[in-house]
């Protein structure tokens, strides 16, 4: 059987990411990629075994062998892209965020409401297997009342005033960073794990470093600048976010978020309190789930596929002792969005468990009012339901 024609624009860090999970997916095949250059894309396409390239999204869209895009470019690019891609009636995943605002977002999301196209935003934090088997242990009533959440998301990659990247320029990334870029992850995931949206919120948002030292060279995303000549940047860009906020079923949360935390290099991390039990995981950790017990001694579950629940079970594709993360995590994502739209050509009815444009245009209006939160230094109703 044929498999689906993927086309993949971006060819930083995620893009080469995206070309990998899909190729292993064994559903679909990447033909073709596009860059902000014909060279760049050539450079890349090179490298991961792709034959086709283009030097521009809008010549990619075109090509009739590619029913499936991927938008992997910086956020700016993000609503112009995936707009293109709904009106040419083809399916599209989209890198998070889904467009640089809440507004760009919905116009985005009542595009695809008037399309065929199957859309995703890429949370694929979602499909770990012990954050499924959390999932299930929350919906089996196993953590008991559910009485908060809480956690934090941190990284350093930005904590010299050396380090920069596209995402510190707003006209570039968005007028949140930290929040944006990585807080978005979290309450995705809170809200999904809990099955309820975030309703009302405040925040506080600060930067650090109101100027930073872009190197005259180019530096990728986690890179460092190794060269002594540099130009002083104003930064506007949040580097450090907390957040208080509350469920639909009045479940209180906390969360920290900062790309300033000496020694953290991706640790997302949340704990779930119940009446029974307690639950938490650690991103920089992914196959152990901790519960917590106030009566009995605390567990360590480790991932180990006879063990989990069914559908944690079908995220875990190797041995127990057989490391399983990020990239394994990514790959799941787009096995669940490449059997959704294998089911859906054959008329299949499947209600999707991974994030489409419905949770991205979510994320937006999220990340919209905690920036009027900060700024208003206010509770906030989000308007999610």
């Avoid at 009533?141 to 995402?167: F, K, M, P």
């Avoid at 029974?276 to 009995?296: C, F, K, T």
């Amino acid at each position: 059987m044929k498999k689906m024609g993927v086309g993949v624009i971006g060819t930083g860090f995620v893009g080469p990411a995206h070309v990998e999970a899909v190729n292993r997916c064994g559903i679909a095949e990447v033909v073709a990629i596009a860059g902000s250059s014909a060279q760049k894309a050539q450079e890349t396409a090179a490298r991961l075994g792709v034959d086709r390239v283009y030097g521009n999204y809008a010549e990619l869209i075109k090509d009739p062998d590619i029913s499936v895009i991927h938008n992997c470019t910086p956020n700016h690019l993000h609503f112009a892209i995936n707009k293109a891609v709904i009106a040419a009636g083809k399916h599209v995943i989209s890198e998070k965020p889904l467009a640089m605002d809440s507004r760009e977002a919905k116009l985005l999301l009542s595009a695809t409401e008037r399309s065929k196209v199957v859309h995703a935003v890429v949370y694929n934090y979602r499909h770990y297997p012990m954050v499924a088997q959390l999932r299930a242990m929350i919906q089996e009533g196993e953590l008991g009342e559910i009485y908060a959440v809480h956690g934090s998301y941190l990284q350093d990659w930005l904590l010299h005033e050396t380090d920069y990247n596209w995402r510190v320029d707003p006209r570039l990334g968005g007028v949140s960073r930290a929040i944006a870029d990585i807080g978005s992850h979290w309450l995705d995931l809170v809200q999904f794990l809990l099955n309820q949206p975030v309703v009302e919120l405040i925040a506080d948002l600060r930067t650090f470093l109101p100027v930073r030292k872009r190197s005259t060279s180019a530096v990728g995303t986690f890179g460092r600048s190794t060269t002594p000549h540099h130009i002083a940047v104003d930064v506007k860009t949040e580097d450090y976010a907390s957040v208080l906020f509350s469920l639909k079923n009045e479940i209180p949360g906390a969360l920290t978020v900062s790309q300033m935390s000496a020694g953290r290099k991706n640790r997302l991390f949340l704990q779930v309190d119940g009446s029974l039990q307690s639950a938490a995981w650690d991103q920089e950790q992914p196959e152990i789930l901790w519960l917590g017990r106030r009566d009995q001694p605390n567990e360590t579950l480790l991932k180990d596929p006879h063990l989990l629940k069914e559908k944690a079970r079908a995220y875990a594709h190797y041995p127990a002792g057989h490391g399983e993360a990020w990239a394994d995590a990514l790959k799941n994502f787009m096995l669940e969005v490449y059997q959704h739209i294998s089911s859906r050509k054959k008329g299949g009815k499947n209600s999707p468990g991974f994030a489409t444009f419905y949770n991205g245009c979510d994320a937006a209006v999220l990340v919209d009012k905690i920036c009027v939160s900060s700024r208003q230094r206010r509770w906030v109703k989000t308007g999610l339901k």
